[in-house]
């Protein structure tokens, strides 16, 4: 069976950037797309529909958060995978861009090879197998479709705020470490700020509107199986 060619977008005002991404992407296997700017990025995310789009914070007409955040208000990018290229250590700008949807970060100056890591690593949890659908009280989570219905509404979650969910879910009352959260959801090869998981944990709340994960203090998070119905 023909494998298909994974196709990546990435977009940098540096060329020097987009050269040596594109050369070390391509010797990976991949298909390889280049934009200059964040609006050039839209347009090509559009056409070319990539399987992961890489996207600079601090570009020209569009920055990496806004490209990011239209993408994502979009449905055919609501599950596409999406990192950025970072040269801020300011944690406000992280926090934004995991509020928005970010599945990772790259810190310039980019080592070709931690790259490599975390593109591959992120398509390896994407090829996972699927399995089975969680129905907890009022609330069901579908791993195959990424899928979460509140009380028969359907509630869309980022690709990271929905396997954060669904791990915790999958064994209520138990308590999470936030290194062992960090490691299944993310990866032993990913490396993600300290706030990444508290990010998430909000997002997910609100989206959910009940509140059915526990902080552990000093500990981790639980996942409570009864949800309180109206």
Not at 49 to 60: A, E, T
């Amino acid at each position: 069976m023909e494998t298909k060619t994974r196709k990546v977008l990435i977009a940098d005002d540096e060329p020097d950037i987009l050269e040596i991404l594109k050369y070390n992407l391509t010797n990976e296997g991949y298909e390889v797309i280049t934009a200059k700017n964040g609006d050039e990025a839209i347009e090509k995310a559009r056409r070319s529909h990539p399987d992961l789009i890489v996207l600079d914070i601090m570009m020209p007409k569009k920055t990496g958060v806004e490209a990011c955040e239209l993408l994502r208000s979009m449905p055919e990018f609501k599950d596409t995978l999406i990192i950025f290229l970072t040269a801020l250590s300011d944690e406000s700008t992280e926090v934004k861009g995991l509020e928005t949807g970010a599945d990772d970060y790259v810190s310039k100056p980019v080592s070709p090879r931690v790259f490599l890591s975390k593109v591959n690593a992120l398509f390896r949890r994407v090829n996972k197998p699927a399995v089975e659908i969680l129905k907890l009280e009022n609330l069901v989570i579908d791993p195959e479709r990424y899928i979460v219905k509140v009380k028969s509404h359907d509630i869309t979650l980022a690709k990271k705020e929905f396997e954060l969910l669904y791990l915790l879910a999958l064994k209520p009352g138990r308590v999470f470490l936030r290194n062992e959260i960090l490691n299944q959801v993310w990866g032993h090869d990913v490396i993600v700020g300290d706030r990444t998981i508290d990010v998430h944990i909000r997002k997910i709340r609100q989206k959910l509107g009940v509140d059915c994960i526990t902080t552990v203090k000093g500990v981790g998070y639980k996942f409570e199986a009864t949800l309180s119905s109206e």
